[in-house]
């Protein structure tokens, strides 16, 4: 696979620093059942690192001693890793706001029957991967099957509740584009999906997060190799917009690796571009248990013309409703 890091960081971004921290996004490891093409993670059946007890054990500790509001869990298939109930439930307890970035086909994965309950019983948000409403375009990316497990998996998410105001149970779905385009305007786009996954297959959910693909792992070493990586970059960096700046994920979240490794946003930790902080190489999550980085830089590249383009791209969609 070719590494997009070298290319990226030639690219200036304006410089970032952190604002409070409320979010713990945990990587619980780069196991998945599916291997899609677009994934910035190069997550897949055969990707062995899992985060274990130890560092989960960290991971509660510092909710707890941070009393950080949300608990962003994600992989892979985070729901492979062994400790995964274990860490909804404690951080559950301790009344943290839980979720849980969820591929909907592991809904059917042998072993895993009871997960849709478990979640539910949690009150566990589910952000669900949906690339499209199209079986055929959901198939090329996320591979052969993919669409119609994934519909099954939120007619059972409904079953129990799952994307309706009342129950609080929040099924929210994420949108990011087949290839190297910018998303349409997550408003319009949300309200066609709930139209057309409503008419044809009676499914219902709260919100539709619009993404840019990021330039980087699979989707990044797809650009090179087809001679596409400078036009979209150039399309990116063109539809860059400073007032997206404020919103973006890394300025109230670290994303940590399943080592317990620390990095500004998931997109950094899959770049290998770590929190800087102290003239350490690396920053651990023990290390930062009792030290507040508020005003830290963030780590940027050209890749973070990713987030700011446009209506801009953050682990809650757009930033900005202006493209509508
Ligand atoms: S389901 Fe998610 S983590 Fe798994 S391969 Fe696809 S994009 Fe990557
Ligand atoms: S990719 Fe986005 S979230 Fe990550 S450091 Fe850059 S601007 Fe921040």
Do not use: W
Request: aromatic share 6%; with cysteine.
């Amino acid at each position: 696979m070719r590494d997009t890091r070298p290319l990226l960081e030639a690219i200036p971004f304006p410089a970032i620093r952190r604002g409070q921290l409320d979010t713990l996004q945990v990587n619980l490891g780069y196991r998945c059942n599916q291997s899609c093409i677009h994934c910035h993670v190069n997550a897949g059946p055969n990707r062995t690192e899992e985060m274990d007890g130890e560092t989960i054990d960290l991971a509660l500790a510092f909710l707890a001693r941070r009393r950080i509001a949300i608990l962003d869990i994600t992989g892979g298939a985070p729901e492979l890793n062994r400790h995964f109930r274990r860490l909804v439930n404690a951080a559950r307890d301790m009344g943290a706001r839980v979720m849980d970035r969820c591929n909907l086909t592991i809904l059917e994965v042998p072993g895993q029957e009871d997960l849709a309950e478990f979640l539910a019983a949690q009150h566990v948000e589910v952000v669900a991967s949906m690339p499209c409403y199209l079986l055929e375009n959901v198939d090329r990316q996320r591979g052969s099957g993919v669409f119609e497990s994934s519909i099954r998996g939120l007619k059972r998410l409904n079953g129990l509740g799952y994307g309706r105001d009342e129950t609080g149970l929040v099924l929210n779905l994420v949108y990011n584009p087949q290839g190297p385009s910018l998303p349409p305007a997550q408003a319009s786009l949300e309200a066609d999906y709930k139209r057309v996954l409503g008419e044809t297959y009676g499914i219902v959910f709260n919100s539709l997060f619009t993404l840019a693909n990021m330039p980087i792992q699979r989707f990044g070493s797809m650009l090179i190799s087809k001679g596409q990586f400078d036009h979209y970059l150039g399309l990116l960096r063109a539809a860059h917009r400073d007032e997206n700046l404020d919103g973006v994920m890394c300025r109230n979240l670290i994303s940590v690796d399943y080592r317990g490794y620390v990095y500004d946003c998931d997109f950094n930790q899959m770049l290998d571009l770590p929190l800087a902080r102290g003239g350490r190489a690396r920053v651990h999550l023990a290390d930062l248990v009792d030290d507040d980085i508020a005003g830290n830089p963030v780590q940027v590249a050209g890749h973070c013309f990713g987030c700011t383009a446009g209506q801009g791209s953050s682990c809650g969609g757009a930033l900005k409703e202006a493209a509508e």
